[in-house]
Protein backbone atom coordinates (compact mmCIF):
# COMPACT_ATOMS: atom_id res chain seq x y z
CA UNK A 1 0.00 0.00 0.00
CA UNK A 2 2.67 2.55 1.45
CA UNK A 3 4.48 1.49 -1.98
CA UNK A 4 1.75 2.08 -4.42
CA UNK A 5 1.15 5.81 -2.65
CA UNK A 6 5.13 6.82 -3.10
CA UNK A 7 4.54 5.38 -6.76
CA UNK A 8 0.94 7.68 -7.54
CA UNK A 9 3.08 10.48 -5.94
CA UNK A 10 6.20 10.26 -8.13
CA UNK A 11 3.75 10.14 -10.84
CA UNK A 12 1.80 12.67 -10.32
CA UNK A 13 4.76 14.80 -9.82
CA UNK A 14 5.93 13.65 -13.41
CA UNK A 15 2.57 14.97 -14.45
CA UNK A 16 2.88 18.44 -12.62
CA UNK A 17 5.83 18.94 -13.80
CA UNK A 18 5.35 18.30 -17.67
CA UNK A 19 1.84 20.19 -17.57
CA UNK A 20 4.35 23.21 -15.99
CA UNK A 21 6.56 22.93 -18.67
CA UNK A 22 4.46 22.78 -21.70
CA UNK A 23 2.06 26.00 -20.25
CA UNK A 24 5.24 28.04 -19.70
CA UNK A 25 6.54 27.65 -23.43
CA UNK A 26 3.06 27.39 -24.83
CA UNK A 27 2.07 30.53 -23.09
CA UNK A 28 5.71 32.24 -24.40
CA UNK A 29 4.78 31.74 -28.14
CA UNK A 30 1.76 34.14 -27.76
CA UNK A 31 1.36 36.49 -29.99
CA UNK A 32 0.47 39.71 -27.65
CA UNK A 33 3.91 42.00 -26.12
CA UNK A 34 4.09 41.75 -22.48
CA UNK A 35 5.46 44.73 -22.27
CA UNK A 36 2.98 46.64 -24.01
CA UNK A 37 0.09 44.84 -21.67
CA UNK A 38 1.92 46.00 -18.91
CA UNK A 39 3.17 49.53 -19.57
CA UNK A 40 0.40 50.71 -22.51
CA UNK A 41 0.77 51.02 -26.30
CA UNK A 42 2.52 54.46 -25.99
CA UNK A 43 6.12 53.95 -24.91
CA UNK A 44 9.28 55.12 -25.51
CA UNK A 45 12.25 52.97 -26.70
CA UNK A 46 13.77 53.46 -23.17
CA UNK A 47 10.99 52.85 -21.44
CA UNK A 48 10.09 49.77 -23.67
CA UNK A 49 13.73 48.10 -23.15
CA UNK A 50 13.42 48.71 -19.15
CA UNK A 51 10.45 47.05 -18.06
CA UNK A 52 11.97 43.82 -20.99
CA UNK A 53 14.61 43.84 -18.83
CA UNK A 54 12.75 43.94 -15.48
CA UNK A 55 10.55 41.09 -17.19
CA UNK A 56 13.71 39.53 -17.51
CA UNK A 57 12.42 38.83 -21.31
CA UNK A 58 16.27 39.45 -22.27
CA UNK A 59 17.18 36.07 -20.92
CA UNK A 60 16.90 32.73 -22.70
CA UNK A 61 13.86 30.65 -22.11
CA UNK A 62 15.40 27.96 -20.25
CA UNK A 63 16.81 30.22 -17.89
CA UNK A 64 13.09 31.76 -17.56
CA UNK A 65 11.82 28.84 -16.98
CA UNK A 66 13.99 28.03 -14.41
CA UNK A 67 13.64 30.69 -12.63
CA UNK A 68 9.63 30.89 -13.53
CA UNK A 69 9.59 27.23 -11.51
CA UNK A 70 12.03 28.25 -8.60
CA UNK A 71 9.69 31.26 -7.75
CA UNK A 72 6.61 29.08 -8.54
CA UNK A 73 8.04 26.14 -5.99
CA UNK A 74 7.95 29.15 -3.28
CA UNK A 75 4.53 30.32 -4.27
CA UNK A 76 5.92 33.59 -6.56
CA UNK A 77 3.81 33.14 -9.77
CA UNK A 78 5.20 36.71 -10.61
CA UNK A 79 2.85 39.62 -10.93
CA UNK A 80 -0.21 39.78 -12.98
CA UNK A 81 -0.04 41.65 -16.19
CA UNK A 82 -3.93 43.16 -15.81
CA UNK A 83 -4.19 43.59 -11.93
CA UNK A 84 -0.86 44.63 -11.43
CA UNK A 85 -0.79 42.65 -8.13
CA UNK A 86 1.21 39.41 -6.94
CA UNK A 87 -0.59 36.24 -8.63
CA UNK A 88 -0.52 34.20 -5.86
CA UNK A 89 -2.41 36.99 -3.70
CA UNK A 90 -5.15 37.17 -6.72
CA UNK A 91 -5.34 33.76 -7.01
CA UNK A 92 -5.79 33.11 -3.08
CA UNK A 93 -8.50 34.55 -2.37
CA UNK A 94 -10.45 33.03 -5.13
CA UNK A 95 -9.58 29.50 -4.55
CA UNK A 96 -11.61 28.82 -1.33
CA UNK A 97 -14.62 30.15 -3.27
CA UNK A 98 -14.35 28.04 -6.16
CA UNK A 99 -13.28 24.71 -3.93
CA UNK A 100 -15.90 25.29 -1.01
CA UNK A 101 -18.81 25.80 -4.09
CA UNK A 102 -17.64 22.78 -5.89
CA UNK A 103 -17.06 20.67 -3.06
CA UNK A 104 -20.69 21.28 -1.40
CA UNK A 105 -21.75 20.32 -4.54
CA UNK A 106 -20.27 16.91 -5.08
CA UNK A 107 -21.53 16.96 -1.02
CA UNK A 108 -24.89 17.04 -2.38
CA UNK A 109 -25.10 15.23 -5.94
CA UNK A 110 -23.20 11.84 -4.60
CA UNK A 111 -26.06 10.89 -1.97
CA UNK A 112 -28.81 12.21 -4.23
CA UNK A 113 -27.50 10.80 -7.82
CA UNK A 114 -26.23 7.57 -5.61
CA UNK A 115 -30.17 7.48 -3.71
CA UNK A 116 -31.97 7.98 -7.44
CA UNK A 117 -29.40 5.70 -8.99
CA UNK A 118 -30.18 2.66 -6.86
CA UNK A 119 -34.13 3.40 -6.84
CA UNK A 120 -33.41 2.58 -11.02
CA UNK A 121 -31.55 0.27 -10.61
CA UNK A 122 -33.85 -2.19 -8.32
CA UNK A 123 -36.99 -0.38 -9.94
CA UNK A 124 -35.16 -1.27 -13.49
CA UNK A 125 -37.71 -1.38 -16.10
CA UNK A 126 -41.02 0.61 -14.00
CA UNK A 127 -42.49 4.06 -14.85
CA UNK A 128 -40.49 5.26 -11.90
CA UNK A 129 -37.03 4.16 -13.71
CA UNK A 130 -38.14 5.72 -16.86
CA UNK A 131 -39.29 9.09 -15.68
CA UNK A 132 -35.79 9.10 -13.36
CA UNK A 133 -33.45 7.92 -16.20
CA UNK A 134 -35.23 10.28 -18.53
CA UNK A 135 -34.79 13.31 -15.95
CA UNK A 136 -31.18 12.30 -15.64
CA UNK A 137 -30.61 11.91 -19.08
CA UNK A 138 -32.12 15.17 -20.10
CA UNK A 139 -30.30 17.14 -17.03
CA UNK A 140 -27.19 16.13 -18.47
CA UNK A 141 -27.81 18.03 -21.59
CA UNK A 142 -28.94 21.38 -20.61
CA UNK A 143 -25.82 23.87 -20.15
CA UNK A 144 -25.14 24.68 -16.86
CA UNK A 145 -25.19 29.00 -17.04
CA UNK A 146 -28.70 28.39 -19.21
CA UNK A 147 -29.97 26.99 -16.02
CA UNK A 148 -28.38 29.50 -13.91
CA UNK A 149 -30.14 32.14 -16.22
CA UNK A 150 -33.30 30.08 -16.09
CA UNK A 151 -33.42 30.29 -12.04
CA UNK A 152 -32.23 33.85 -11.89
CA UNK A 153 -35.49 34.66 -13.82
CA UNK A 154 -37.70 32.73 -12.02
CA UNK A 155 -36.09 33.27 -8.44
CA UNK A 156 -34.32 36.47 -8.79
CA UNK A 157 -36.37 38.18 -10.72
CA UNK A 158 -39.39 37.25 -11.13
CA UNK A 159 -40.38 36.07 -7.41
CA UNK A 160 -38.06 37.68 -5.80
CA UNK A 161 -37.16 35.27 -3.33
CA UNK A 162 -33.11 34.70 -3.74
CA UNK A 163 -30.91 37.15 -4.06
CA UNK A 164 -29.94 37.45 -7.99
CA UNK A 165 -25.93 38.01 -7.75
CA UNK A 166 -22.92 37.84 -5.20
CA UNK A 167 -21.36 35.93 -2.78
CA UNK A 168 -20.12 36.88 0.51
CA UNK A 169 -18.77 34.23 3.15
CA UNK A 170 -21.15 34.36 6.31
CA UNK A 171 -19.06 36.20 8.41
CA UNK A 172 -19.70 39.36 5.92
CA UNK A 173 -23.70 38.95 5.65
CA UNK A 174 -24.67 36.66 7.80
CA UNK A 175 -25.74 32.90 7.69
CA UNK A 176 -29.12 33.27 6.33
CA UNK A 177 -28.17 35.77 3.34
CA UNK A 178 -25.19 33.30 2.64
CA UNK A 179 -27.22 30.48 2.25
CA UNK A 180 -29.61 32.19 0.10
CA UNK A 181 -26.57 33.22 -1.94
CA UNK A 182 -25.47 29.76 -2.06
CA UNK A 183 -28.72 28.08 -3.17
CA UNK A 184 -28.83 28.94 -7.07
CA UNK A 185 -25.18 28.29 -8.05
CA UNK A 186 -25.28 24.88 -6.15
CA UNK A 187 -28.66 23.92 -8.34
CA UNK A 188 -26.75 25.10 -10.98
CA UNK A 189 -23.71 23.20 -10.11
CA UNK A 190 -25.15 19.99 -9.00
CA UNK A 191 -28.36 19.20 -11.66
CA UNK A 192 -25.47 17.88 -13.59
CA UNK A 193 -23.59 16.06 -11.41
CA UNK A 194 -26.86 14.26 -9.72
CA UNK A 195 -27.57 13.29 -13.49
CA UNK A 196 -24.47 11.57 -14.05
CA UNK A 197 -24.09 9.93 -10.62
CA UNK A 198 -27.63 8.58 -11.23
CA UNK A 199 -26.47 7.20 -14.05
CA UNK A 200 -23.21 5.29 -13.45
CA UNK A 201 -24.95 4.05 -9.97
CA UNK A 202 -27.81 2.54 -12.29
CA UNK A 203 -25.25 1.17 -14.80
CA UNK A 204 -23.03 -0.65 -11.94
CA UNK A 205 -25.50 -2.20 -10.06
CA UNK A 206 -27.41 -3.26 -13.01
CA UNK A 207 -23.45 -4.94 -13.59
CA UNK A 208 -24.00 -6.35 -10.04
CA UNK A 209 -27.70 -7.45 -10.12
CA UNK A 210 -26.30 -9.59 -13.23
CA UNK A 211 -24.19 -11.12 -11.43
CA UNK A 212 -23.79 -15.50 -10.42
CA UNK A 213 -23.30 -14.18 -6.54
CA UNK A 214 -26.41 -12.37 -6.42
CA UNK A 215 -28.24 -15.46 -7.91
CA UNK A 216 -26.29 -17.63 -5.93
CA UNK A 217 -27.35 -15.25 -2.22
CA UNK A 218 -30.88 -15.38 -4.01
CA UNK A 219 -31.50 -18.70 -4.60
CA UNK A 220 -29.79 -19.44 -0.77
CA UNK A 221 -32.90 -18.06 0.18
CA UNK A 222 -31.58 -14.95 1.69
CA UNK A 223 -33.70 -12.03 2.31
CA UNK A 224 -34.41 -9.42 -0.47
CA UNK A 225 -33.38 -6.44 1.39
CA UNK A 226 -29.98 -8.42 2.78
CA UNK A 227 -29.28 -9.19 -0.80
CA UNK A 228 -29.75 -5.38 -2.09
CA UNK A 229 -27.46 -3.77 1.00
CA UNK A 230 -25.26 -6.64 1.35
CA UNK A 231 -24.33 -8.10 -2.07
CA UNK A 232 -25.78 -5.10 -5.08
CA UNK A 233 -24.85 -2.22 -2.95
CA UNK A 234 -21.32 -2.89 -1.75
CA UNK A 235 -20.43 -4.16 -5.32
CA UNK A 236 -22.39 -1.42 -6.97
CA UNK A 237 -21.27 1.27 -5.30
CA UNK A 238 -17.35 0.75 -5.79
CA UNK A 239 -17.04 1.86 -9.56
CA UNK A 240 -18.58 5.64 -7.85
CA UNK A 241 -15.64 6.27 -6.21
CA UNK A 242 -13.59 6.33 -9.10
CA UNK A 243 -15.49 9.12 -10.95
CA UNK A 244 -15.45 11.25 -7.56
CA UNK A 245 -12.16 12.94 -8.61
CA UNK A 246 -12.92 13.14 -12.17
CA UNK A 247 -16.55 14.84 -11.30
CA UNK A 248 -14.26 17.23 -8.56
CA UNK A 249 -12.26 18.09 -11.50
CA UNK A 250 -14.67 18.46 -14.26
CA UNK A 251 -16.34 21.07 -11.41
CA UNK A 252 -13.68 23.24 -10.46
CA UNK A 253 -13.43 23.80 -14.33
CA UNK A 254 -17.04 24.06 -14.61
CA UNK A 255 -17.69 26.06 -12.39
CA UNK A 256 -16.66 29.00 -14.28
CA UNK A 257 -19.54 29.09 -15.77
CA UNK A 258 -22.03 29.48 -13.10
CA UNK A 259 -19.68 31.82 -11.30
CA UNK A 260 -20.07 34.30 -14.44
CA UNK A 261 -24.05 33.68 -13.55
CA UNK A 262 -24.07 35.08 -10.53
CA UNK A 263 -20.99 37.44 -10.18
CA UNK A 264 -18.96 35.55 -7.81
CA UNK A 265 -15.28 35.98 -7.63
CA UNK A 266 -13.54 32.69 -7.79
CA UNK A 267 -11.32 31.32 -10.07
CA UNK A 268 -13.02 30.71 -13.13
CA UNK A 269 -14.29 34.47 -13.40
CA UNK A 270 -10.35 35.10 -12.58
CA UNK A 271 -9.49 33.54 -15.69
CA UNK A 272 -12.03 34.37 -18.05
CA UNK A 273 -10.61 38.01 -17.15
CA UNK A 274 -7.22 36.63 -17.42
CA UNK A 275 -7.94 34.80 -20.93
CA UNK A 276 -9.31 37.84 -22.81
CA UNK A 277 -6.50 40.20 -21.32
CA UNK A 278 -3.55 37.95 -22.31
CA UNK A 279 -2.38 38.32 -18.46
CA UNK A 280 0.04 35.50 -18.88
CA UNK A 281 1.72 35.04 -14.72
CA UNK A 282 -1.97 34.61 -14.06
CA UNK A 283 -2.99 32.01 -16.59
CA UNK A 284 0.38 29.81 -16.22
CA UNK A 285 -0.57 30.10 -12.32
CA UNK A 286 -3.86 28.78 -12.88
CA UNK A 287 -3.55 26.18 -14.81
CA UNK A 288 -0.91 25.01 -12.66
CA UNK A 289 -2.43 24.78 -9.52
CA UNK A 290 -5.94 23.62 -10.76
CA UNK A 291 -3.83 20.87 -12.24
CA UNK A 292 -2.45 20.17 -9.22
CA UNK A 293 -5.45 20.21 -7.40
CA UNK A 294 -7.33 18.03 -9.34
CA UNK A 295 -4.21 15.45 -9.44
CA UNK A 296 -4.85 15.61 -5.78
CA UNK A 297 -8.33 14.78 -5.98
CA UNK A 298 -7.17 11.83 -8.71
CA UNK A 299 -4.80 10.27 -6.39
CA UNK A 300 -7.54 10.60 -3.57
CA UNK A 301 -9.38 8.82 -5.05
CA UNK A 302 -7.15 6.05 -6.59
CA UNK A 303 -6.48 5.29 -2.58
CA UNK A 304 -9.89 5.08 -1.73
CA UNK A 305 -10.91 2.83 -4.49
CA UNK A 306 -7.59 0.02 -3.01
CA UNK A 307 -9.15 0.59 0.20
CA UNK A 308 -12.06 -0.15 -0.69
CA UNK A 309 -12.02 -2.78 -3.22
CA UNK A 310 -9.81 -5.46 -1.85
CA UNK A 311 -9.34 -7.57 -5.51
CA UNK A 312 -7.67 -3.76 -7.04
CA UNK A 313 -4.24 -4.73 -5.39
CA UNK A 314 -1.14 -3.62 -6.29
CA UNK A 315 -0.43 -6.50 -8.69
CA UNK A 316 -3.09 -5.41 -10.86
CA UNK A 317 -1.54 -1.94 -11.17
CA UNK A 318 1.86 -2.72 -12.00
CA UNK A 319 0.37 -3.96 -15.30
CA UNK A 320 -0.58 -0.23 -15.73
CA UNK B 1 -14.14 -23.01 -58.92
CA UNK B 2 -15.19 -19.80 -60.59
CA UNK B 3 -18.40 -20.47 -59.67
CA UNK B 4 -17.74 -20.94 -55.68
CA UNK B 5 -15.98 -17.56 -55.59
CA UNK B 6 -18.63 -15.82 -56.92
CA UNK B 7 -21.16 -16.87 -54.86
CA UNK B 8 -18.52 -15.90 -52.41
CA UNK B 9 -18.32 -12.15 -52.77
CA UNK B 10 -22.10 -12.70 -53.65
CA UNK B 11 -22.39 -14.33 -50.18
CA UNK B 12 -20.10 -11.61 -48.37
CA UNK B 13 -22.03 -8.99 -50.04
CA UNK B 14 -25.76 -10.46 -49.00
CA UNK B 15 -24.36 -10.71 -45.77
CA UNK B 16 -23.10 -7.64 -45.23
CA UNK B 17 -26.30 -5.65 -47.20
CA UNK B 18 -27.83 -7.61 -43.90
CA UNK B 19 -25.72 -6.03 -41.05
CA UNK B 20 -25.99 -3.16 -42.22
CA UNK B 21 -30.48 -3.77 -42.02
CA UNK B 22 -30.11 -4.94 -38.84
CA UNK B 23 -27.99 -2.10 -37.29
CA UNK B 24 -30.32 0.16 -38.67
CA UNK B 25 -33.25 -1.84 -37.11
CA UNK B 26 -31.84 -2.12 -33.56
CA UNK B 27 -30.63 1.39 -33.69
CA UNK B 28 -34.02 2.85 -35.06
CA UNK B 29 -36.06 0.20 -32.77
CA UNK B 30 -37.11 2.96 -30.19
CA UNK B 31 -39.14 5.80 -31.42
CA UNK B 32 -37.04 8.29 -29.28
CA UNK B 33 -34.52 7.39 -31.51
CA UNK B 34 -36.42 8.14 -34.65
CA UNK B 35 -37.96 11.46 -33.29
CA UNK B 36 -34.18 12.36 -32.35
CA UNK B 37 -32.67 11.51 -35.78
CA UNK B 38 -35.93 14.13 -37.33
CA UNK B 39 -34.90 16.52 -35.20
CA UNK B 40 -31.48 16.09 -35.79
CA UNK B 41 -32.39 16.42 -39.68
CA UNK B 42 -33.88 19.88 -38.60
CA UNK B 43 -31.56 21.19 -37.28
CA UNK B 44 -28.90 19.95 -39.90
CA UNK B 45 -30.80 21.23 -42.54
CA UNK B 46 -31.77 24.89 -40.88
CA UNK B 47 -28.03 25.50 -40.73
CA UNK B 48 -27.24 24.46 -44.46
CA UNK B 49 -29.93 26.40 -46.13
CA UNK B 50 -29.74 29.32 -43.46
CA UNK B 51 -29.45 32.03 -45.73
CA UNK B 52 -32.26 30.52 -47.88
CA UNK B 53 -34.61 29.87 -45.12
CA UNK B 54 -34.74 33.82 -43.73
CA UNK B 55 -34.71 36.80 -45.72
CA UNK B 56 -32.84 38.44 -42.63
CA UNK B 57 -29.58 38.91 -42.65
CA UNK B 58 -27.96 37.70 -39.09
CA UNK B 59 -25.60 41.01 -38.47
CA UNK B 60 -27.33 44.09 -39.98
CA UNK B 61 -28.57 46.47 -37.41
CA UNK B 62 -31.56 47.98 -37.04
CA UNK B 63 -32.06 50.57 -34.42
CA UNK B 64 -35.63 51.36 -34.60
CA UNK B 65 -36.18 47.45 -34.44
CA UNK B 66 -34.90 46.79 -31.48
CA UNK B 67 -36.99 44.58 -28.72
CA UNK B 68 -39.62 44.55 -31.58
CA UNK B 69 -42.28 41.59 -30.01
CA UNK B 70 -42.92 38.74 -31.84
CA UNK B 71 -45.10 38.89 -35.14
CA UNK B 72 -45.38 38.07 -38.72
CA UNK B 73 -42.47 39.15 -40.08
CA UNK B 74 -40.12 38.74 -36.85
CA UNK B 75 -41.59 35.55 -35.65
CA UNK B 76 -39.13 35.66 -32.78
CA UNK B 77 -39.16 38.98 -32.57
CA UNK B 78 -35.81 41.52 -32.46
CA UNK B 79 -32.47 41.73 -30.22
CA UNK B 80 -31.60 44.99 -28.54
CA UNK B 81 -29.84 45.54 -31.85
CA UNK B 82 -33.00 45.02 -33.87
CA UNK B 83 -31.29 42.19 -35.55
CA UNK B 84 -34.29 39.21 -36.19
CA UNK B 85 -33.93 36.35 -33.66
CA UNK B 86 -34.73 33.37 -35.52
CA UNK B 87 -32.14 34.50 -38.15
CA UNK B 88 -29.70 34.56 -35.45
CA UNK B 89 -30.94 31.49 -34.16
CA UNK B 90 -30.45 29.27 -37.85
CA UNK B 91 -27.21 30.88 -38.13
CA UNK B 92 -26.36 29.82 -34.63
CA UNK B 93 -27.12 25.63 -35.36
CA UNK B 94 -24.88 26.11 -38.17
CA UNK B 95 -21.67 27.58 -35.99
CA UNK B 96 -22.67 24.82 -33.14
CA UNK B 97 -22.88 22.42 -35.78
CA UNK B 98 -19.49 22.99 -37.27
CA UNK B 99 -17.70 23.06 -34.28
CA UNK B 100 -19.08 19.94 -32.78
CA UNK B 101 -18.64 17.59 -35.38
CA UNK B 102 -15.55 19.04 -36.73
CA UNK B 103 -13.67 19.54 -32.91
CA UNK B 104 -14.80 15.17 -32.94
CA UNK B 105 -13.31 14.34 -35.91
CA UNK B 106 -9.89 16.00 -35.37
CA UNK B 107 -9.83 14.57 -32.34
CA UNK B 108 -10.48 10.84 -33.26
CA UNK B 109 -8.39 11.31 -36.12
CA UNK B 110 -5.60 12.66 -33.79
CA UNK B 111 -6.35 10.12 -31.12
CA UNK B 112 -6.62 6.95 -33.37
CA UNK B 113 -3.24 7.63 -34.92
CA UNK B 114 -1.50 8.45 -31.93
CA UNK B 115 -3.19 5.24 -30.20
CA UNK B 116 -2.10 2.94 -32.77
CA UNK B 117 1.41 4.07 -32.93
CA UNK B 118 1.06 3.35 -29.10
CA UNK B 119 -0.24 0.20 -29.33
CA UNK B 120 1.57 -1.12 -32.65
CA UNK B 121 5.43 0.37 -31.79
CA UNK B 122 4.96 -0.11 -27.94
CA UNK B 123 8.59 0.74 -25.97
CA UNK B 124 9.30 4.31 -25.73
CA UNK B 125 6.90 5.39 -28.26
CA UNK B 126 4.12 3.75 -26.12
CA UNK B 127 5.60 5.33 -22.98
CA UNK B 128 5.97 9.06 -24.27
CA UNK B 129 2.33 9.13 -25.56
CA UNK B 130 0.68 7.57 -22.85
CA UNK B 131 2.61 9.79 -20.46
CA UNK B 132 2.02 13.27 -22.62
CA UNK B 133 -1.90 11.89 -22.10
CA UNK B 134 -2.13 11.63 -18.96
CA UNK B 135 -1.16 14.59 -18.32
CA UNK B 136 -3.37 16.07 -20.39
CA UNK B 137 -5.82 14.48 -18.62
CA UNK B 138 -5.19 15.66 -15.33
CA UNK B 139 -5.92 19.03 -16.85
CA UNK B 140 -9.71 19.84 -16.01
CA UNK B 141 -10.90 19.47 -19.67
CA UNK B 142 -12.38 23.22 -19.69
CA UNK B 143 -9.10 25.11 -17.94
CA UNK B 144 -7.00 23.37 -21.49
CA UNK B 145 -9.40 24.82 -24.11
CA UNK B 146 -9.27 28.22 -22.00
CA UNK B 147 -5.34 28.17 -21.75
CA UNK B 148 -5.57 27.15 -25.70
CA UNK B 149 -7.75 29.74 -26.72
CA UNK B 150 -4.60 32.28 -25.99
CA UNK B 151 -2.59 30.91 -27.50
CA UNK B 152 -4.42 29.77 -30.65
CA UNK B 153 -7.48 32.02 -30.99
CA UNK B 154 -10.77 32.00 -31.15
CA UNK B 155 -12.58 31.45 -34.87
CA UNK B 156 -15.04 28.70 -35.60
CA UNK B 157 -11.84 26.27 -36.99
CA UNK B 158 -9.61 27.18 -33.53
CA UNK B 159 -12.54 26.47 -31.24
CA UNK B 160 -12.91 23.17 -32.90
CA UNK B 161 -9.21 22.88 -32.34
CA UNK B 162 -9.02 24.10 -28.86
CA UNK B 163 -12.07 21.53 -27.90
CA UNK B 164 -10.53 18.82 -29.81
CA UNK B 165 -7.63 18.55 -27.65
CA UNK B 166 -8.43 17.32 -24.46
CA UNK B 167 -10.71 15.13 -25.64
CA UNK B 168 -7.50 13.22 -27.74
CA UNK B 169 -6.42 10.86 -24.62
CA UNK B 170 -9.80 9.28 -24.41
CA UNK B 171 -9.58 7.97 -28.00
CA UNK B 172 -5.83 7.15 -27.87
CA UNK B 173 -6.89 4.68 -24.30
CA UNK B 174 -9.34 3.63 -26.02
CA UNK B 175 -7.89 2.44 -29.20
CA UNK B 176 -5.10 1.34 -28.01
CA UNK B 177 -6.74 -1.11 -25.27
CA UNK B 178 -8.47 -2.49 -28.55
CA UNK B 179 -5.30 -2.50 -30.29
CA UNK B 180 -3.50 -4.05 -27.83
CA UNK B 181 -5.09 -7.16 -27.57
CA UNK B 182 -5.98 -7.41 -31.98
CA UNK B 183 -2.24 -6.88 -32.23
CA UNK B 184 -1.34 -10.67 -31.29
CA UNK B 185 -4.38 -12.05 -33.43
CA UNK B 186 -3.47 -14.45 -36.26
CA UNK B 187 -4.61 -12.11 -38.93
CA UNK B 188 -2.02 -9.26 -38.19
CA UNK B 189 0.72 -11.92 -37.84
CA UNK B 190 -0.22 -13.25 -41.17
CA UNK B 191 -0.43 -9.63 -42.97
CA UNK B 192 3.29 -9.20 -41.14
CA UNK B 193 4.70 -11.98 -42.32
CA UNK B 194 3.49 -11.18 -45.67
CA UNK B 195 6.12 -7.74 -45.56
CA UNK B 196 3.25 -5.81 -45.37
CA UNK B 197 4.50 -2.70 -43.48
CA UNK B 198 3.59 -1.44 -40.27
CA UNK B 199 1.16 1.68 -41.23
CA UNK B 200 -0.87 -0.76 -43.31
CA UNK B 201 -1.36 -3.32 -41.07
CA UNK B 202 -2.41 -0.85 -38.48
CA UNK B 203 -5.04 0.88 -41.05
CA UNK B 204 -6.05 -2.01 -43.17
CA UNK B 205 -5.98 -4.78 -40.30
CA UNK B 206 -6.16 -3.21 -36.75
CA UNK B 207 -8.33 -0.46 -37.39
CA UNK B 208 -11.15 -1.78 -38.89
CA UNK B 209 -11.74 -4.03 -36.05
CA UNK B 210 -11.23 -1.87 -33.33
CA UNK B 211 -13.41 0.90 -34.74
CA UNK B 212 -16.30 0.02 -33.01
CA UNK B 213 -16.31 2.09 -29.52
CA UNK B 214 -14.28 4.54 -31.50
CA UNK B 215 -17.62 5.23 -33.76
CA UNK B 216 -19.81 4.95 -30.38
CA UNK B 217 -17.65 7.60 -28.44
CA UNK B 218 -17.67 9.98 -31.39
CA UNK B 219 -21.25 10.29 -31.33
CA UNK B 220 -21.19 10.66 -27.79
CA UNK B 221 -18.82 13.58 -27.81
CA UNK B 222 -20.29 15.50 -29.82
CA UNK B 223 -23.41 16.69 -27.62
CA UNK B 224 -20.64 17.68 -25.09
CA UNK B 225 -18.34 19.59 -27.29
CA UNK B 226 -21.02 21.36 -28.13
CA UNK B 227 -21.95 22.43 -24.68
CA UNK B 228 -18.52 23.44 -24.22
CA UNK B 229 -18.79 25.92 -27.44
CA UNK B 230 -21.80 27.30 -25.99
CA UNK B 231 -20.56 27.82 -22.53
CA UNK B 232 -17.44 29.47 -23.38
CA UNK B 233 -19.09 31.73 -26.26
CA UNK B 234 -21.71 32.41 -23.28
CA UNK B 235 -18.11 33.72 -20.97
CA UNK B 236 -16.79 35.41 -24.08
CA UNK B 237 -14.40 34.01 -24.68
CA UNK B 238 -15.56 31.73 -27.61
CA UNK B 239 -17.10 32.83 -30.94
CA UNK B 240 -16.53 36.58 -30.66
CA UNK B 241 -19.94 39.25 -30.78
CA UNK B 242 -20.88 40.00 -34.38
CA UNK B 243 -20.96 35.98 -35.15
CA UNK B 244 -24.28 34.66 -34.10
CA UNK B 245 -23.76 31.65 -31.83
CA UNK B 246 -26.07 30.22 -29.43
CA UNK B 247 -23.90 31.18 -26.49
CA UNK B 248 -23.09 34.86 -27.43
CA UNK B 249 -26.86 35.17 -28.09
CA UNK B 250 -27.67 33.88 -24.02
CA UNK B 251 -25.32 35.83 -23.21
CA UNK B 252 -26.02 39.09 -24.86
CA UNK B 253 -30.19 38.26 -23.60
CA UNK B 254 -28.14 38.18 -20.03
CA UNK B 255 -28.26 41.69 -19.84
CA UNK B 256 -31.89 42.04 -20.59
CA UNK B 257 -33.89 39.40 -18.22
CA UNK B 258 -35.61 41.69 -16.73
CA UNK B 259 -37.88 43.16 -19.66
CA UNK B 260 -37.22 40.28 -22.42
CA UNK B 261 -35.60 37.10 -20.99
CA UNK B 262 -36.74 35.02 -24.05
CA UNK B 263 -33.40 36.72 -25.49
CA UNK B 264 -31.38 34.39 -22.63
CA UNK B 265 -33.47 31.69 -22.36
CA UNK B 266 -34.65 30.50 -26.50
CA UNK B 267 -30.86 30.22 -27.59
CA UNK B 268 -30.78 27.54 -24.47
CA UNK B 269 -33.56 25.53 -25.73
CA UNK B 270 -31.92 24.93 -28.76
CA UNK B 271 -28.57 23.93 -26.87
CA UNK B 272 -30.47 21.43 -25.26
CA UNK B 273 -32.51 20.55 -27.61
CA UNK B 274 -29.90 19.61 -30.05
CA UNK B 275 -27.59 18.04 -27.38
CA UNK B 276 -30.69 15.58 -26.28
CA UNK B 277 -31.17 14.67 -29.86
CA UNK B 278 -26.80 14.10 -30.06
CA UNK B 279 -27.15 11.98 -26.93
CA UNK B 280 -30.37 10.08 -28.02
CA UNK B 281 -28.95 8.97 -31.46
CA UNK B 282 -25.81 8.41 -30.06
CA UNK B 283 -27.51 6.11 -27.01
CA UNK B 284 -29.03 4.43 -30.59
CA UNK B 285 -25.79 3.84 -31.82
CA UNK B 286 -23.94 2.13 -28.95
CA UNK B 287 -27.25 -0.15 -28.79
CA UNK B 288 -26.85 -1.19 -31.95
CA UNK B 289 -23.04 -1.59 -32.02
CA UNK B 290 -22.59 -3.31 -28.59
CA UNK B 291 -23.02 -7.05 -29.77
CA UNK B 292 -23.98 -8.01 -26.06
CA UNK B 293 -27.21 -5.43 -26.62
CA UNK B 294 -27.72 -6.89 -30.22
CA UNK B 295 -28.32 -10.51 -29.10
CA UNK B 296 -25.29 -12.04 -30.20
CA UNK B 297 -22.43 -12.34 -27.65
Redesign the interface.
Known amino acids: MGKYIIKRIL??L??VI??AV??FF??D??PSDPVYLIGGDELTTEEYDYIYHQLGLDKPLAERFVIWARNALHGDFGRSYTYHKDVWELISARIPVTLYLSILSLIISVPLGVLFGMITALKRGTKTDSIITLLA??C???????IG??L??VFG?KLRLLPSVGFHWPGEVGIVQHIKELIMPLICLSLGGVASFTRQTRSSMLEVIRQDFVRTAHSKGIKERFVTFRHIMRNGLIPIITILGNRL??M???S??VE??FSIPGMGTL??KS??C?D?PT?QA??LL??MV??MA?LLTDILYVIVDPRISLTSDSKK | MNNTSVSNTYDKKLARRERVRKFLRTMFGRKVVIAAAVMLFIFIFIAVFASVLTPYDPNITSPYQAFEAPSSAHWLGCDEFGRDVLTRLFYGARVSLIVGVLAVIIACVIGVFLGLCAAYFGGVVDVIIMRCSEALMSIPRIMVSIALIVIIGSSITDLAIILAIPTIPGYIRMIRGQALSLKNSDYVKAAEMQGANSLYVMLTQILPNAISPIIVMMTQQVGTTILMESGLSYVGIGIKIPIASWGTMISNGKNYLITQPMLAIIPGICVALLVICLNVLGDGVRDAMDPRLRGEA
Do not use: D, H, K, R
Open positions: QMVVLVVTLTMLNVSCLPQFWICLVLAYIGGMFNVMVVSSIILVTTSCY
